[in-house]
């Protein structure tokens, strides 16, 4: 897939920059998934779920955005976190300790109060055994029974004046010697005594607690309680399970008072802590946020922008370093300015100056050549020398005088709509005698149905000439083709060659001033070596984008893309800026051999020189007879970025014009000039 189809994803806007990867720093591949997935919508799957998560991200975007460019909300809320998490741990613990106080000072207390019980209903049972209160009628046995363990039980209770009741139970199914349930104060003893409880004490002779609720046979509601039982026996020798329940009421009081002093001393100190953090670091945000500011107005040229600097601690001495370098770099700024405004009029006054005696020297330069017949061999090559270079001369003047203007800012663009059909046509019939001196045929495609754009035609035409002469002069004979196309809201125009090509990194330096890719190679054109240089500016001036490619031996290839109308931002190109041809495409190495496990097809062969039409003369004469359709990977949509189109009377804009090669779609890949 070319990078034109790369640079063309959809959904992309036309002037966003690529979101930078997190690398390898921690979170940032969560982070990356949750806002590429989550915030940004790309999750796949069913419509109801992209509905429900472009509901969800809706209100998280904002404060997303606000959370990665606030640093003080992110310390405040980063310092409140942290403070919460402190005083929750805090209170865990002293909660923690306050109960178990009261719990261990509570069981202790109830410990000793249901053994003294024990004892006395132990001694109890005994002092009734021994007085021989037990009549020997079963009837009136059972009878004195059942009143004695009710005084027992109202005598146990009586003592503790609502700070405990007492319950008897019956031995596990032993009912024998009469009823032995029960309890004081309302309590229901079977709900209120826990079956484990009893089962433990039923298996041992020794006292054992547990923690239950209290329920009430009354409306009176439950309440938490600590049980503590032993298995005693009555006057008769007869075990029964005798239970001393502790309300644990007050102790849950104290503990939910300690819990809500707690909390609101907690609240107010985390609120506190979070206005401390606020306060502190506005201190040091304020100044951060001040010098961002004004590095943005120095940045868009306001370089008379200080920081207020107060004080003498560390931010004090960062405003002092910050109007300092302000003012160095506003000083070397001037500075430059002044030597690139004396630059400028030094070329533009001797460009000009040098017109006159240019003039002179010429006609005297026509008068010896015209006359260069009568001289000896000598003289007459001389002469042919002199009118050479005096022709070379004036272009490089003119060049010179071109390149001022754009560097002074004063180019202007004269755009109306154009076909721009009419203009390949002039150039490539100027270039026609050229190319017949290489051997070279130059063939037009796409040129089936207008291609219209507003330009500048004379702009437009110069660009074209220089691109379609380089083609010719480095196609080393062989074809040179010309395609057109126009698609959504740009027009485009390549120029393809198949001679030495271009070698790696040299794309990014072939629109650089009097930068030649082979010093030694001759210049049988007289060429100046600003003509690239120029043909970027005139692009720029449009809007669009001149972009080139080339590879070692295959040739090379330069794109323009205009806007169809002006002022209006391009988004891709019609025609990629790889072509379809190239040794990647074709699925063949750098040395024109088929790859590996790759589709291994023939190399197009090429005609160079005259005779008989190549298979490519073929192909491009069966592409002619077909109108052009545009590249759909390569139309809007691809994220480039536009460039910054002058403005005439301001000074020349360097937009991102230098990049790599194969990022054909974006206009921040244009190559700065040659």
Same mark, same amino acid.
């Given at each position: ?9 959809p959904?992309r806007?036309?002037d ?5 990867v ?6 940032s ?6 806002? *590429? ?14 509905l429900l998560?472009?509901w ?15 640093? @003080?909300?992110?310390?405040? &809320? ?13 209170g865990?613990?002293v ?6 106080g ?19 209903a132990k001694?109890k049972?005994?002092?009734a055994?021994a007085?021989? !209160? ?5 009837? %009136?046995?059972?009878? #004195?029974?059942?009143s004695?363990?009710s ?5 146990l209770?009586s003592g503790?004046?609502? $700070? ?16 032995? #349930? =029960? ?22 002779? #020794?006292a ?20 503590i039982?032993?298995?005693v ?12 329940l ?6 849950e009081?104290?503990?939910s008072?300690?819990?809500g002093?707690?909390?609101? $001393?907690?609240l ?6 979070g206005?401390? $953090? ?12 001040? !010098? ?13 922008? =200080? ?5 003498e601690?560390?931010?004090? +001495? ?19 300015e002044?030597?690139?405004?004396? @630059?400028?009029?030094? &070329? ?11 003039? #002179?020297?010429?006609? !005297? ?11 000896d061999?000598?003289? !007459? ?16 003047? $003119? ?7 754009f ?11 154009i ?5 390949v ?7 026609e005698?050229l190319?017949?001196r ?5 063939? &037009? ?11 500048d ?7 074209l000439?220089?691109l379609?002469?380089n ?6 004979? +062989?074809?040179v083709?010309?395609?057109l196309?126009?698609?959504?809201g740009?027009?485009a125009?390549? &120029? /393809?060659?198949?001679?030495? *090509?271009l070698k790696?990194?040299?794309a ?31 692009? %720029? ?24 109308t002006?002022?209006?931002?391009? /988004? ?21 051999l088929? +790859? ?19 298979p ?9 007879t ?46 700065r000039g040659?």
């Amino acid at each position: 897939m070319s990078e034109d189809s790369a640079a063309s994803a959809p959904g992309r806007s036309g002037d966003r920059p690529e979101r930078p990867v997190g690398g390898n720093r921690p979170g940032s591949r969560w982070r990356l998934l949750f806002e *590429g997935g989550l915030l940004e919508g790309g999750v796949q799957g069913s419509p109801v779920l992209r509905l429900l998560i472009r509901w969800v991200r809706r209100p998280l975007l904002p404060v997303m955005r606000l959370w990665r460019r606030n640093i @003080q909300l992110k310390v405040v &809320v980063t310092t409140l976190l942290m403070s919460l998490g402190v005083v929750l741990l805090l209170g865990f613990v002293v909660i923690g300790q306050v109960r178990n106080g009261l719990l261990d000072a509570k069981v202790k207390a109830s410990q000793s109060q249901a053994t003294g019980g024990f004892a006395v209903a132990k001694q109890k049972a005994d002092e009734a055994a021994a007085a021989g !209160a037990a009549d020997t009628a079963d009837g %009136r046995q059972s009878q #004195t029974l059942i009143s004695w363990m009710s005084d027992l039980v109202e005598s146990l209770s009586s003592g503790g004046q609502g $700070a405990f009741d007492v319950v008897t139970l019956p031995t596990g199914d032993n009912n024998s010697g009469g009823g032995r #349930t =029960r309890a004081s104060g309302f309590v229901d003893p079977t709900a209120s005594v826990p079956a484990d409880l009893r089962t433990r004490i039923n298996g041992s002779m #020794t006292a054992a607690q547990s923690y239950t609720r209290i329920m009430y046979t009354d409306d009176k509601e439950s309440q938490p309680a600590l049980v503590i039982g032993k298995q005693v026996t009555d006057p008769n020798n007869n075990p029964y399970e005798l239970y001393y329940l502790f309300p644990l009421t007050q102790e849950e009081k104290s503990l939910s008072l300690v819990k809500g002093t707690l909390a609101t $001393a907690g609240l107010f100190v985390v609120v506190l802590l979070g206005a401390i $953090a606020w306060l502190v670091v506005r201190q040091v945000v304020t100044p951060v946020r001040m !010098a961002a500011g004004i590095a943005e107005r120095l940045s868009a040229g306001r370089l008379q922008e =200080r920081m207020k600097v107060t004080g003498e601690d560390d931010i004090a +001495r960062l405003g002092e370093a910050f109007n300092k370098m302000a003012q160095n770099l506003q000083l070397k700024i001037q500075q430059l300015e002044d030597l690139s405004r004396m @630059q400028r009029r030094f &070329v533009s006054d001797v460009s000009h100056e040098l017109r006159t005696p240019l003039t #002179t020297v010429r006609m !005297a330069a026509d008068v010896i050549h015209e006359a260069r017949e009568d001289f000896d061999p000598i003289t !007459a090559r001389s002469a042919e020398l002199l009118a050479d270079q005096l022709d070379r001369f004036e272009s490089l003047l $003119a060049d010179l005088l071109e390149i001022s203007r754009f560097d002074a800012g004063a180019a202007a663009l004269e755009a109306e709509p154009i076909d721009l059909r009419e203009v390949v046509r002039r150039v490539v019939s100027g270039a026609e005698p050229l190319a017949e001196r290489k051997g070279t045929h130059i063939r &037009v495609v796409g040129d089936l149905q207008p291609v219209v754009a507003e330009a500048d035609a004379r702009r437009v035409e110069r660009v074209l000439r220089n691109l379609v002469v380089n083609a010719v002069e480095h196609g080393e004979g +062989r074809d040179v083709v010309v395609k057109l196309a126009s698609a959504g809201g740009a027009v485009a125009i390549a &120029v /393809r060659d198949y001679g030495v *090509g271009l070698k790696p990194g040299e794309a990014t330096r072939v629109f650089s001033r009097f930068w030649r890719a082979d010093p030694a190679r001759a210049r049988t054109t007289g060429g100046t070596g600003l003509g690239l240089s120029i043909a970027l500016e005139d692009a %720029r001036l449009h809007g669009g984008w001149l972009q080139a490619w080339g590879e070692p031996g295959g040739g090379s290839q330069f794109r323009l893309t205009l806007p169809r109308t002006a002022d209006e931002p391009l /988004r891709g190109s019609p025609i990629p800026l790889e072509p379809k041809d190239s040794r990647r495409n074709r699925g063949l190495d750098d040395a024109g051999l088929p +790859r590996g496990g790759e589709d291994k097809r023939a190399t197009v062969p090429v005609q160079s020189g005259g005779g008989q039409p190549s298979p490519l003369a073929s192909m491009t004469q069966r592409a002619a007879t077909v109108a052009p359709t545009a590249d759909p990977t390569a139309l809007p949509g691809s994220g480039a970025r536009v460039v910054p189109r002058p403005t005439q009377g301001a000074g020349r804009q360097e937009g991102p014009g230098a990049g790599r090669a194969d990022d054909s779609n974006k206009p921040g890949e244009a190559f700065r000039g040659r």
